[in-house]
């Protein structure tokens, strides 16, 4: 049946196609001339002869020979081409009469005029009526033509008679006035350029017309001759291609209609220029020639519609099918294998719990399972639309629609049994689990029941109603007839279950035995007639404890619950009896405010809940229904390549961040609904989990650029579709972005409403943290933005601050005209402050759209924190600072955008330096204090090692440096003098060493001032290099103890232990070790000297550290 109409289909094509092929077969072989004017247009323009237009009286074509003086000169070849051609142009009819020529000889001679009739009369390819001969004017040529054409008349014996006339008006006698040319005396309009063209013009669209019948002819062979592909690819592909080609064809046609409309619009123009203007009949004879080529094209196209609009519905047809069949093949592989993995779940369940987790394993499977069902079925229904539109291929539709709604059906009906059998299984094992429960809860009582109270009738008959009351039980917890069961489950009884029914009926046999001979003996008990017995009461251990908690065990446990909640809830009670007592001793309008405040914070404290849990619930939509379905092997077919085994890069940690606010954080804000104001603590307590967003920060450039580059992927369109979003995935994906910054709003909007609140310290430093989590973020976002680091960025330490200066330099290594152009030209950088380093970086152009607009960081040099030193104001300019290097060889000039900017970035800088200082000074200490150990005398003890480090870093930097007054001791057993070349040599200036730039200023400070006189103690007082002068005179006590006097002029070398220190005698050069406090600094102030600056102001790590190589020698600007 298909075959036949597939065969209908393609006889109806065919017929078209002939009908086409015979349209364009009339305009192929129309009678079109073998010359085209375009072939011989040099020789018509010559004008030796000329077709006019006009008619004799019998309607005879007129064929003008103007006078030609080169006429004997044109050969034979363009002569005959020219007759050959001007006399095919009239239609046969009128060439059928015959042509008359008029030759125009005028101002010729007779000779000429004999040789030209002769010639014309040899050569001329059509028939004549009347050859009219204009002889020439002059007298003799006159009188001489009348003569020879007497004479020589035989040799003008022709088919047609030959008249000579002698003047125009006597060739009006035979032609009217109205058919000849304006030259010969007549009327006719006629421009011989304007024909040439319009000649031209014609046969070109006549050809066009030809070309583009030729053309649909064999389009149409092609179309005819196509055979359907089998598969969808080949079939769009093939529909394309002669959708394509039927487009070109299309154009050619309107391109050729355009032709020749604008021709026709060209031969009707005289007319319409003028309506008096005459048309002659050659005019009229290309109109209709024109119009007969434009009514074939017409008829051409409107044929080749026809056909396309079938070939066209038969392609389209033809990809409906392959797409019913393709999606048939791949739903029927699906429903085939999901019915495989049906057949094969065949598990009843061994347990209750198991029987519950498969249940819930086939509901699962059965969701799964419901998008290819459903779409097995829209496929059926698809079919059924495509046969009530009368599709071609009814016969092998038909049959794929009953077999798929058989397979779903089947799926279905498998499903339902599943579930039936597995709800059989569930209620044979709950029968059997309540049956093994009454066992044991048989048991236990049996087993519970006093002996001693049971001597006794009454005992024994309360203990026989214990029992019968039990038994009662059974009627709906046991099993009753195995038989019973055996028949009513017989449709899941597998060797497994049959053995455990029949252990759980043994088992309960065994109960009911045991309780019937307890019901026997009890009845014995009863039934004696003996003296009461006196109860003994039992001994502890042969009490049975019961698994139940006793009532008293729970009232005590809801009182020690009871107990904890009140503890739980007592700061909120103590806060609002706080609040309540308050609020009773001042005046109403204060009463009012404090409840206005309460209510403002319950608002702000349900924004952050609602918004909160409107968060959690967006961040689960997205993970399930994005991120779960990319492992959805039903959805593997719309991911595309660039996709796959990426998600973790499109979602960062999205994950771990639900798991945080649903599990915890939602959960603490909502135990502090009641008390708003305390809401602080949650995020304090969980600021160390915070920081999961800035691992999803530094990932969004990524996502992002991903996402660009599989927007399109149909994959997010269907989980959109599916999940019913208004807003694509990228939207959902900057929620984790956005809730980061909505914490500090709503705590800045709570701290408002809650100034004199108990938790007001608490929301203060939670805003500080979040504002810090939120800078960390935003730096970590510039951090790895840096390329060309050769290190690793996190050995630098933490990152301080970031930001764009603009920078000079100074160095003193280089070229002194670098230097001077240097000053002058500002390099942009942009500076990362770490704990231990300070990078420059210059900032790239900013590409890209989103997170790849932010900037990149080209990384050119970086200065270790150990090396630098500051100088906090520079002349001229309140937002310059500069940062040097090793004893300013580097010096960098830094312009902050504003002072507020270089005033925070000095600030942070003076941390990192002083906690350096702090640091190196407490290694000090701690070695002082190891060697003070193994001295004979004792240190004082105000010189506590660990002073200085309990004083505030702050006070070291705001006070003025005071004199060096330290007491000190020499100890008998003295240190070693310093080895050649070590200690100070490298760094310190002698007395006379030029200071530049004019030396220190006054304001400038050693960092050993009397703060850290008092830190370091009496015994350890803190080498400042340089000139000192001894005050106190000291007896040499040891070989290496050098004799001193009053006044003397010394040079500290190195610090030795226990307030000693190595120095050289100026005067005679001779070294050893003096107490420190028999010194008086000489130069208060050492150009030499590590400092910390405050105003002034240079600021630099002192050196209390072994290694000679971070001691710097700082020079002001």
């Given at each position: 049946m298909?075959?036949?109409?597939?065969?209908?289909?393609?006889?109806?094509v065919t017929a078209?196609?002939?009908l086409?092929?015979?349209?364009?077969?009339?305009?192929?072989?129309?009678?079109?001339?073998?010359?085209?004017?375009?072939?011989?247009?040099?020789?018509?323009?010559?004008r030796?002869?000329?077709?006019?237009?006009g008619?004799?009286?019998?309607?005879?074509p007129?064929?003008?020979?103007?006078?030609?003086?080169?006429?004997?000169?044109?050969p034979?070849?363009?002569?005959?081409?020219?007759?050959?051609?001007?006399?095919?142009?009239?239609?046969?009819?009128?060439a059928?009469?015959?042509f008359?020529?008029?030759?125009?000889?005028?101002?010729?001679k007779?000779?000429s005029?004999k040789a030209?009739?002769?010639?014309?009369?040899a050569?001329?390819?059509?028939?004549?009526?009347?050859?009219?001969v204009?002889?020439?004017?002059?007298?003799?040529?006159?009188?001489?033509?009348?003569?020879?054409?007497?004479?020589?008349?035989?040799?003008?014996?022709?088919?047609?008679?030959?008249?000579?006339?002698?003047?125009?008006?006597?060739?009006?006698?035979y032609?009217?006035?109205s058919?000849?040319?304006?030259?010969l005396?007549?009327?006719?309009?006629y421009?011989?350029?304007?024909w040439l063209?319009?000649?031209?013009?014609?046969?070109?669209f006549?050809?066009?017309?030809?070309?583009?019948?030729?053309m649909?002819q064999?389009?149409?062979t092609?179309?005819?001759?196509?055979?359907?592909?089998?598969?969808?690819?080949?079939?769009?592909?093939?529909?394309?291609?002669?959708?394509?080609?039927?487009?070109?064809?299309?154009?050619?046609?309107?391109?050729?209609?355009?032709?020749?409309?604008s021709?026709?619009?060209?031969?009707?123009?005289?007319?319409?220029?003028?309506?008096?203007?005459?048309?002659?009949?050659?005019?009229?004879?290309?109109q209709?020639?024109?119009?007969?080529?434009?009514?074939?094209?017409?008829?051409?196209?409107?044929?080749?519609?026809?056909?396309?609009?079938k070939?066209?519905?038969?392609?389209?047809?033809?990809?409906?099918?392959?797409?019913?069949?393709?999606?048939?093949?791949?739903?029927?592989?699906?429903l085939?294998?999901?019915?495989?993995?049906?057949?094969?779940?065949?598990?009843?369940?061994?347990?209750?719990?198991?029987v519950?987790?498969?249940l819930?394993?086939?509901?699962?499977?059965?969701?799964?399972?419901?998008v290819?069902?459903?779409?097995?079925?829209?496929?059926?229904?698809?079919?059924?639309?495509?046969?009530?539109?009368?599709?071609?291929?009814?016969?092998?539709?038909?049959?794929?629609?009953?077999?798929?709604?058989?397979?779903?059906?089947?799926?279905?009906?498998?499903?339902?049994?599943?579930?039936?059998?597995?709800?059989?299984s569930?209620e044979?094992?709950?029968?059997?689990?309540?049956?093994?429960?009454?066992?044991?809860?048989?048991?236990?009582?049996?087993a519970?029941?006093?002996?001693?109270?049971?001597?006794?009738?009454?005992?024994?008959?309360?203990?026989?109603?214990?029992?019968?009351?039990?038994?009662?039980?059974?009627?709906?917890?046991?099993?009753q007839?195995?038989?019973?069961?055996y028949k009513?489950?017989?449709?899941?009884l597998?060797?497994?279950?049959l053995e455990?029914?029949?252990?759980?009926?043994q088992?309960?046999?065994?109960?009911?035995?045991m309780?019937?001979?307890?019901?026997?003996?009890?009845k014995?008990?009863?039934?004696?007639?003996?003296?009461?017995?006196?109860?003994?009461a039992?001994?502890?251990?042969?009490?049975?404890?019961?698994?139940?908690?006793?009532?008293?065990?729970?009232?005590?446990?809801?009182?020690s619950?009871?107990?904890?909640s009140?503890?739980?809830?007592?700061?909120?009670?103590?806060?609002?009896?706080?609040?309540?007592?308050?609020?009773?001793?001042?005046?109403?309008s204060?009463?009012?405010?404090e409840?206005n405040?309460?209510?403002?914070?319950?608002?702000?404290?349900n924004?952050?809940?609602?918004?909160?849990?409107?968060?959690?619930?967006?961040?689960?939509?997205?993970?399930?229904g994005?991120?779960?379905?990319?492992?959805?092997?039903?959805?593997?077919?719309?991911i595309?390549?660039?996709l796959?085994?990426?998600?973790?890069i499109?979602?960062?940690?999205?994950?771990?961040?639900?798991?945080?606010?649903?599990?915890?954080?939602?959960?603490e804000?909502?135990?502090?609904i009641?008390?708003?104001e305390?809401?602080?603590?949650?995020?304090?307590?969980?600021?160390?989990?915070?920081?999961?967003?800035?691992?999803?920060?530094?990932?969004?450039?990524?996502?992002?650029?991903?996402?660009?580059?599989?927007?399109?992927?149909?994959?997010?369109?269907?989980?959109q579709?599916?999940?019913?979003?208004?807003?694509?995935?990228?939207?959902?994906?900057?929620?984790?972005v956005?809730?980061?910054?909505?914490?500090?709003?709503?705590?800045?909007?709570?701290?408002k409403?809650s100034?004199?609140?108990?938790?007001?310290?608490?929301l203060?430093?939670?805003?500080?943290?979040i504002?810090?989590?939120?800078?960390?973020?935003?730096d970590?976002?510039?951090?790895?933005?840096?390329t060309g680091?050769?290190?690793n960025?996190?050995?630098?330490?933490?990152?301080?601050m970031?930001?764009?200066f603009?920078?000079?330099?100074d160095?003193?290594?280089?070229?002194?005209?670098?230097?001077?152009?240097?000053?002058f030209?500002?390099?942009?950088?942009?500076l990362?402050?770490?704990?231990?380093?300070?990078?420059?970086?210059?900032?790239?152009?900013?590409n890209?759209?989103?997170?790849?607009?932010?900037?990149?960081y080209?990384?050119?040099?970086?200065?270790?924190?150990?090396a630098?030193?500051?100088?906090?104001?520079?002349?001229?300019?309140?937002?310059?600072?500069?940062?040097?290097y090793?004893?300013?060889?580097?010096?960098?000039?830094?312009?902050?955008?504003?002072?507020?900017?270089?005033?925070?970035?000095?600030?942070?800088?003076?941390k990192?330096?002083?906690?350096?200082?702090?640091?190196?000074?407490?290694?000090?200490?701690?070695?002082?204090?190891e060697?003070?150990?193994?001295?004979?005398?004792?240190?004082p003890?105000?010189?506590?090692?660990?002073?200085?480090?309990?004083?505030?870093?702050?006070?070291?930097?705001?006070?003025?440096?005071?004199?060096l007054?330290?007491?000190?001791?020499?100890?008998?057993?003295?240190?070693?003098?310093?080895?050649?070349g070590?200690?100070?040599?490298?760094?310190?200036h002698?007395?006379?060493?030029?200071?530049?730039?004019?030396?220190?200023?006054?304001a400038?400070?050693?960092?050993?001032?009397?703060?850290?006189?008092?830190?370091?103690?009496?015994g350890s007082?803190k080498l400042?290099?340089?000139?000192y002068?001894?005050?106190m005179?000291?007896?040499?006590?040891?070989?290496?103890?050098l004799?001193?006097?009053?006044g003397?002029?010394?040079?500290?070398?190195?610090?030795?232990?226990?307030?000693?220190?190595?120095?050289?005698?100026?005067?005679?050069?001779?070294?050893?070790?003096?107490?420190?406090s028999?010194?008086?600094?000489?130069?208060?102030?050492?150009?030499?000297?590590?400092?910390?600056?405050s105003?002034?102001?240079?600021h630099c790590?002192?050196?209390?550290c072994?290694?000679?190589?971070?001691?710097?020698?700082?020079?002001?600007v």
């Open positions: 298909t075959l036949s109409l597939i065969s209908l289909l393609s006889q109806d078209l196609w002939l086409l092929k015979t349209s364009a077969d009339e305009i192929m072989h129309q009678d079109i001339v073998p010359l085209c004017a375009a072939d011989i247009q040099e020789q018509l323009k010559k030796f002869a000329y077709l006019s237009g008619r004799g009286q019998d309607g005879s007129v064929i003008t020979f103007p006078d030609y003086p080169a006429f004997s000169e044109i034979d070849k363009e002569f005959q081409n020219v007759m050959t051609y001007l006399t095919s142009i009239p239609s046969l009819q009128d059928g009469i015959g008359i020529l008029v030759i125009d000889r005028r101002q010729d007779w000779t005029v030209s009739v002769l010639r014309i009369a050569s001329f390819p059509a028939n004549l009526q009347l050859v009219l204009l002889r020439p004017t002059g007298f003799f040529q006159r009188t001489l033509s009348d003569i020879a054409f007497k004479f020589n008349r035989d040799d003008f014996k022709m088919k047609v008679p030959v008249m000579m006339l002698g003047s125009v008006p006597e060739l009006h006698g032609i009217d006035k058919q000849l040319t304006e030259d005396g007549g009327t006719l309009d421009c011989h350029s304007r063209c319009h000649r031209t013009a014609i046969e070109s006549a050809l066009m017309v030809k070309q583009t019948a030729q649909l064999t389009f149409g092609e179309l005819a001759e196509t055979e359907l592909p089998n598969d969808v690819q080949s079939t769009s592909l093939v529909l394309s291609v002669h959708t394509e080609k039927k487009a070109k064809a299309k154009e050619d046609l309107q391109l050729a209609r355009k032709e020749g409309n021709i026709l619009e060209s031969l009707r123009e005289p007319l319409a220029e003028s309506t008096s203007h005459s048309v002659n009949q050659d005019q009229l004879d290309n209709a020639t024109v119009q007969r080529l434009l009514a074939q094209l017409n008829e051409t196209e409107a044929a080749f519609d026809e056909f396309w609009a070939h066209q519905q038969k392609l389209e047809q033809c990809l409906q099918l392959r797409h019913f069949e393709q999606g048939f093949r791949e739903v029927k592989t699906t085939d294998s999901m019915s495989q993995k049906i057949a094969a779940f065949t598990d009843v369940g061994n347990s209750l719990a198991h519950q987790h498969l819930k394993d086939l509901t699962s499977f059965e969701e799964k399972s419901s290819a069902v459903d779409r097995a079925r829209a496929l059926s229904l698809e079919g059924q639309q495509l046969i009530e539109n009368k599709h071609y291929a009814v016969d092998s539709i038909h049959p794929k629609c009953e077999e798929l709604q058989h397979l779903c059906d089947h799926f279905a009906s498998e499903i339902t049994r599943r579930r039936a059998l597995l709800s059989k569930l044979l094992h709950s029968l059997l689990e309540m049956s093994m429960k009454w066992c044991d809860e048989g048991i236990f009582l049996l519970s029941q006093p002996v001693d109270k049971c001597q006794s009738q009454d005992g024994a008959e309360a203990a026989l109603q214990e029992i019968e009351k039990f038994l009662e039980t059974g009627a709906e917890n046991k099993i007839e195995l038989n019973k069961i009513e489950y017989e449709c899941i597998n060797q497994d279950l455990h029914v029949q252990k759980v009926f088992k309960q046999e065994s109960t009911e035995e309780f019937h001979r307890r019901q026997a003996s009890l014995k008990l009863a039934a004696k007639q003996t003296r009461p017995v006196q109860p003994v039992p001994r502890p251990e042969a009490l049975t404890k019961s698994p139940s908690p006793s009532p008293g065990s729970w009232r005590s446990s809801e009182n619950s009871s107990e904890g009140a503890l739980r809830r007592g700061p909120y009670r103590r806060a609002k009896s706080e609040m309540s007592e308050t609020r009773q001793g001042r005046s109403s204060t009463g009012d405010e409840e405040l309460a209510i403002l914070r319950r608002h702000v404290m924004e952050l809940l609602d918004t909160e849990r409107a968060y959690v619930e967006e961040l689960l939509c997205v993970l399930e994005y991120a779960a379905e990319m492992d959805n092997p039903l959805m593997a077919h719309l595309s390549t660039g796959q085994n990426k998600k973790s499109l979602f960062g940690n999205m994950e771990e961040i639900y798991h945080f606010h649903n599990r915890i954080f939602l959960r804000l909502e135990s502090c009641d008390c708003p305390l809401v602080g603590r949650c995020f304090l307590e969980r600021m160390e989990e915070f920081q999961i967003y800035e691992k999803y920060c530094q990932n969004k450039p990524r996502s992002e650029s991903l996402w660009r580059q599989c927007s399109d992927c149909p994959f997010f369109q269907e989980c579709k599916k999940l019913d979003h208004k807003l694509s995935l990228d939207s959902y994906l900057l929620k984790p956005q809730r980061i910054t909505k914490y500090q709003l709503l705590l800045k909007e709570m701290l409403y100034k004199n609140c108990e938790g007001a310290e608490d203060q430093e939670a805003l500080s943290s504002l810090g989590i939120l800078k960390a973020v935003n970590s976002m510039h951090l790895i933005a840096i680091y050769d290190g960025l996190s050995d630098l330490g933490k990152l301080l970031q930001g764009s603009s920078v000079w330099t160095h003193k290594k280089g070229h002194t005209k670098v230097k001077e152009l240097a000053r030209k500002p390099m942009q950088r942009h990362f402050l770490h704990e231990k380093a300070v990078l420059f970086c210059k900032k790239r152009e900013e890209g759209e989103g997170y790849e607009k932010a900037p990149s080209s990384y050119k040099q970086s200065l270790n924190m150990t630098v030193g500051i100088t906090e104001n520079v002349k001229g300019d309140a937002k310059k600072f500069e940062i040097w090793n004893a300013r060889e580097e010096v960098y000039i830094i312009q902050a955008p504003t002072p507020e900017i270089k005033a925070a970035w000095v600030n942070e800088i003076r990192v330096l002083t906690s350096q200082l702090q640091a190196c000074r407490e290694a000090s200490q701690h070695r002082a204090l060697q003070s150990h193994s001295l004979p005398l004792p240190a003890s105000s010189t506590s090692p660990t002073k200085g480090s309990t004083r505030n870093v702050k006070k070291l930097e705001d006070r003025k440096t005071d004199p007054s330290l007491e000190g001791y020499v100890s008998s057993s003295l240190p070693k003098p310093p080895e050649k070590k200690g100070w040599s490298k760094t310190s002698s007395l006379e060493a030029p200071e530049e730039d004019g030396g220190w200023s006054s400038e400070e050693l960092i050993n001032s009397s703060d850290a006189e008092e830190d370091c103690g009496v007082k400042a290099p340089g000139k002068t001894v005050v005179g000291d007896e040499k006590e040891g070989p290496d103890t004799a001193m006097r009053s003397d002029m010394v040079e500290v070398v190195e610090e030795g232990a226990e307030g000693l220190w190595y120095v050289r005698d100026l005067t005679s050069s001779k070294e050893g070790w003096v107490p420190a028999s010194l008086s600094t000489l130069l208060g102030k050492s150009s030499s000297a590590q400092c910390l600056s105003s002034g102001k240079t790590a002192r050196q209390l072994p290694e000679p190589a971070k001691i710097l020698s700082p020079e002001p």
